[in-house]
């Protein structure tokens, strides 16, 4: 019987967020996954868990992939965890759920603590849509190709930063998006210094520039505006009749559909089909 790979997510900031479900999980796991085993440890640690750790991260990833899969198929149960938060999101985890799906394996994902889910929520920005960008380059070039393929995302975006990437990050978004574009930074969640600043990005690159950005950052930043078509003129609607009646409508059933496609009341559209 092949064991299972279990996403285990893990508090963000509050050590209080671990679910029981989580700890269970944790404690019942023949070895653990871990992005960094120090980290790591120190939450067992405050858990009371002994449990073996192997270390799983972006530069051992390949190599190690292939011996947690062996392991696996052969019936151990791992517990993937990262330095916090949901594993697969913007951490290595992705390629070793790949993996294991490719291999057959079971992969469990475990529901808890999330960077991106919690910013969204207490961003005050719409959460109806909303699109996850992950982190940006740190090359300008590569920044600025991805933002600019967002120019008219009209859905929430939301990013990961960095506090000493934040100002060059703000700055490409406010030239590609306008500095008048509304953001919330949502700093340290459920930390103790935990604050979200809802501003522009205007608003955003003067007050960083005048106080240095310090903890972990989620920006989650207003979509485009919808284009707002011009409105139809009363010649828009005689053109409109006139080629549904050349096409052989009558003229009572043109009108109707003419006013129902440019929004305009019928009169308007009989009486500008009159003047033609
Ligand atoms: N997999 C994790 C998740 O989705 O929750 C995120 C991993 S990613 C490597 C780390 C980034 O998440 C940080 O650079 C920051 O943008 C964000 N983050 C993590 N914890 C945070 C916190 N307490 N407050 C704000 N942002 C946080």
Known sequence: MPGMLYLVPTPIGNLGDISIRCRETLEQADFIAAEDTRVSLKLLNHLGIKKSLVSYYEHNKAQKGNIIVDRILAGETCALVSDAGSPAISD???DLVK?????GITVCAI????AVITALSISGQSTGRFCFEGFLSTSKKSRREHLEALVQEQRTMIFYEAPHKLLNTLESMAEVFGTDRSISLCRELTKLH????????GGAITLYTQQPPKGEFVLVVAGAAPEEKPAATAEDAAAR???LVAGGMSRKDAVKQTSAELNLPKNVVYDASLSQ
């Open 111 to 114: 529901p808890g603590p999330c």
């Open 194 to 201: 935990e604050e979200v600043v809802r501003t522009t990005l």
């Open 92 to 94: 290595p985890g992705e």
């Open 241 to 243: 009749v006139a080629e």
């Open 99 to 103: 993996q294991c799906a490719e291999a």
